[in-house]
């Protein structure tokens, strides 16, 4: 069964930091592209970082851009979203979701393709103090 889990996401304090992980299972992230994305309540679904399982190649929106950072665990199956210096604006679900490497017809002008073909659930961030 192809599956990607979310965890680690929680309530943070602004100025804080949280790792979210994605591990995959029932296929290998080999030759994939992997996306975190995020959706606040009243608000449209937005990619913030995308990582290429073949090169390494990352990528990341202007609103996380030096906040965070997206990278490949050892374990080759698990990606991570490191985010810091919290806002609370970042709060919202957070969902990652992989698709092969020329599976999106479409990519944002900063990188990131805007389709993939697997996803996950989503961890909730609040960021509040």
């Known amino acids: 069964q192809v599956q990607l889990v979310e965890s680690g996401g929680g309530l943070v304090q602004p100025g804080g930091s949280l790792r979210l992980s994605c591990a995959a299972s029932?296929?290998?992230?080999?030759?994939?592209?992997i996306g975190w994305f995020r959706q606040a309540p009243g608000k449209e679904r937005e990619e913030v970082s995308c990582i290429s399982s073949s090169d390494g190649s990352t990528n990341y929106a202007a609103s996380v851009k030096g906040r965070f950072t997206i990278s490949r665990g050892n374990a080759k199956n698990t990606v991570y979203l490191q985010m810091n210096s919290l806002k609370p604006e970042d709060t919202a679900v957070y969902y990652c979701?992989?698709?092969?490497?020329?599976?999106?017809?479409?990519?944002?002008?900063?990188?990131?393709?805007?389709?993939?073909?697997?996803w996950g659930q989503g961890t909730h961030v609040t960021v509040s103090s």
């Open positions: 979701a992989a698709g092969p490497k020329y599976y999106s017809r479409r990519y944002y002008s900063w990188g990131c393709p805007y389709e993939y073909s697997n």
């Open positions: 029932g296929f290998t992230l080999d030759y994939y592209v």
